[in-house]
Antibody
Framework: QVQLVESGGGVVQPGRSLRLSCAAS????????MHWVRQAPGKGLDWVAV????????NYADSVKGRFTISRDNSKNTLYLQMNSLRPDDTAVYYC????????WGQGTLVTVSS | DIVVTQSPDSLAVSLGERATINCKSS????????????LGWYQQKPGQPPKLLIY???TRASGVPDRFSGSGSGTDFTLTISSLQAEDVAVYYC?????????FGQGTKVEIK
């Protein structure tokens, strides 16, 4: 069955970096665009970034542009989110999800940005 | 950027009664080349990731009970739960996937009256 498993979350100080991973299985990963979506505690869903199936096209929310980088390794069936210059308002559960409507979601990984 | 707005923010409905959630986009999300509305509906229960209920505005995802239905076109959409069950207590989100950023509505919390 389809599985998306996020990892790499944790507690990090403001200004530091973190890299999230999303390991995919059970579907042809290399043929799907992929997204990152986040959800701050008690808040709604906030789209973060998207990458095309082959990694050649990427788009970001204005709130993370220039700080976050989405990438993928199709040989490893894995999606990444490199997060730099983290801020307290980046604190959220981060989910990966499949394109184009978000049919499959991971369980999420919690990122807490705090000193 | 397309802005997606849901109403109401919350509603309480008796078991077995109808629940209706509205979603409005700031511009049309009907793509003329395929005549499809690029809108999805999601259900999120506490501590769980969102679950896709409806895509292309009116197509139920696999395994979704037929009491859930989606309608609308262009800029105005509706999610209807025809007969509310206890397990339907959740927050519901609409989302446009017409372009990026892939905006979500703010969510509608559905509770039992």
């Amino acid at each position: 069955q389809v599985q998306l498993v996020e990892s790499g979350g944790g507690v990090v100080q403001p200004g530091r970096s973190l890299r999230l991973s999303c390991a995919a299985s059970g579907f042809p990963f290399s043929t799907y665009g992929m997204h990152w979506v986040r959800q701050a505690p008690g808040k709604g869903l906030d789209w973060v970034a998207v990458i095309s199936h082959d990694g050649t096209s990427k788009n970001y929310a204005d709130s993370v542009k220039g700080r976050f980088t989405i990438s993928r390794d199709n040989s490893k069936n894995t999606l990444y989110l490199q997060m730099n210059s983290l801020r307290p308002d980046d604190t959220a559960v981060y989910y990966c999800a499949t394109d184009i409507y978000f049919y499959y979601w991971g369980q999420g990984t919690l990122v807490t940005v705090s000193s | 950027d397309i802005v997606v707005t849901q109403s109401p923010d919350s509603l309480a409905v008796s078991l077995g009664e109808r629940a209706t959630i509205n979603c409005k986009s700031s511009q049309s999300i009907l793509y003329s080349s395929d005549n499809k509305n690029y809108l999805g509906w999601y259900q999120q229960k506490p501590g769980q990731p969102p679950k896709l209920l409806i895509y292309w505005a009116s197509t139920r995802a696999s395994g979704v009970p037929d009491r859930f239905s989606g309608s609308g076109s262009g800029t105005d959409f509706t999610l209807t739960i025809s007969s509310l069950q206890a397990e339907d207590v959740a927050v519901y989100y609409c989302q446009q996937y017409y372009n990026t950023p892939r905006a979500f509505g703010q969510g509608t919390k559905v509770e039992i009256k």
